[in-house]
């Protein structure tokens, strides 16, 4: 069994050649100009556990399939990830100035460059997973439905959508728990369970199977977010390398606001228990995800 290491590693060396590394000044035409390049690997290089593209990996090998095959998906999630996480940080989103230790994005290139960049990832994620289904037409098939899962997690139903409402509700104050819940599942949980349903389809995994590791995605997302809040109050932003108590200063509904220190605390271990409810099909096979969420109740960072 491979560790979650070892997966960023896979990770972190295909996505040293995507995007391309465009030279300082060159502006080429059909080709990246350099500036774009600069900003979008700013980014993504700026480290991170690679999460979201580890555990598609490790569910790809865990239902018997190849982990290089596919590796370009993974570093799909991560990108669609990482363009997140340049728009969040904008000042007509959470307007922070620091991530993963190092400035955000729009304070090192300027937001209009930041914007574009994200959308610059965003767009690479997909072409990245179209030229590997190409590339392997025998697979095409199981591509393109993982293609559509990414595409649902990160779209207008799934990140997107909580997004949106994540705003709505800080602006108009809603302290609403519904509310909390379909944040928290779009805006998080959705970029966990998709890319797992993606590694389902790409192995061309049966019903039991996708609804088993769809479980998983829906209680891991929402156990990380609710130690995401916890971390806002109680965590050190050195260990979480961006600026902490903006959800209380700015009036944010989160688990803490909702449910207090303690509720949340329950509320974590109710989704750890789903989540290793969720593997009991698996048996041993699913010790990677298994030891994941265990890390994740008591995680600093």
């Known amino acids: ?139 095409a098939a199981d591509s393109l439905l993982a293609m559509r899962e990414i595409a649902t997690g990160a779209g207008v139903t799934g990140m997107i959508a909580g997004q949106v409402m994540d705003l709505y509700c800080e602006r108009e104050k809603v302290t609403d728990v519904r509310a909390l819940e379909y944040i928290q599942y779009g805006k998080t949980a959705c970029m966990f369970i998709y890319p797992l349903r993606a590694a389902a389809r790409l192995c061309g995994a049966g019903a039991e199977d996708l609804a088993a590791l769809t479980a998983y995605g829906r209680a891991f997302g929402l156990l990380f977010q609710a130690t995401d809040d916890l971390l806002d109050v109680t965590g050190t932003a050195l260990d979480m390398g961006k600026t902490l108590g903006k959800d209380a200063e700015s009036g944010k509904l989160t688990c803490v606001s909702a449910y207090g220190l303690e509720g949340t605390r329950a509320l974590a271990a109710r989704y750890h228990a789903e989540a290793i409810q969720s593997l009991s099909r698996f048996g041993e096979r699913g010790a990677f995800f298994a030891e994941l969420v265990d890390s994740m109740v008591n995680r600093t960072k």
Not at 3 to 14: C, H, I, P, S
Not at 52 to 67: I, Q
Not at 90 to 107: A, E, I
């Open 1 to 139: 069994m491979r560790t979650l290491k070892e997966y960023a590693q896979m990770v972190n060396r295909r996505l040293e050649q995507i995007p391309a590394v465009v030279p300082q000044g060159r502006c080429e035409m059909g080709e990246m100009p350099w500036l774009l390049s600069q900003s979008m690997r700013y980014s993504l290089s700026a480290g991170g556990k690679r999460l979201r593209p580890g555990m598609l990996l490790a569910a790809v090998e865990l239902l018997g399939g190849s982990a290089d095959e596919a590796l370009d998906f993974a570093c799909a999630v991560e990108m669609i990830h990482t363009y997140s996480l340049i728009h969040d940080d904008l000042p007509g989103m959470d307007n922070d100035t620091m991530r993963r230790g190092r400035p955000t994005n729009h304070v090192v290139f300027g937001e209009g460059q930041a914007i574009l960049a994200g959308d610059g990832l965003l767009n690479c994620a997909f072409e990245t997973m179209l030229k590997s289904a190409c590339a392997h037409p025998e697979r």
